[in-house]
Structures are given as structure tokens and as C-alpha cells.
């Protein structure tokens, strides 16, 4: 897991964080790539979107 200061140097580098809103697990991956594909680094998960944590540790994999 990165460290709070790798994190931070990571979003100022890329400038834009993306949001997910109500993306649960089974679509979050799908989403993430295309985030990425989209030349954007980092995405928060909403503490709203259904099974949370599935979805979290399914994009950190």
C-alpha cells in the first residue's frame, strides 16, 4: 500500500482525481480502466457505493 505521501505526490502529479458514484464491485474494474485509459491516475470510491469494500479491494488488485 502506498504511503500517504506517495499518494499525495501521485494527485499532484496527475492534477485530476476521478469520483466513483454508485459503481459497485462487479463494474468498478471496467471503470477504473477506462479512468486510466483516460490518462487519469486516481479515483476515489465513494463510501456511498454498494460494497464498498469489495469494490475498493477489487480495484486495488
Known amino acids: 500500500m502506498p504511503t500517504k505521501d506517495q499518494v499525495r505526490t501521485r494527485i499532484g502529479e496527475g492534477g485530476v482525481i476521478a469520483v466513483s458514484r454508485g459503481v459497485g464491485a462487479d463494474r ?3 471503470v ?3 479512468v486510466h485509459a483516460a490518462g487519469v491516475t ?3 470510491i465513494t463510501a ?3 460494497n464498498v469494500a469489495d469494490a475498493v479491494e ?3 488488485s
Do not use: G
Open 48 to 50: 456511498s457505493d454498494p
Open 28 to 30: 468498478i474494474i471496467p
Open 32 to 34: 477504473a480502466r477506462a
Open 42 to 44: 486516481t479515483i476515489e
Open 58 to 60: 477489487a480495484a486495488r
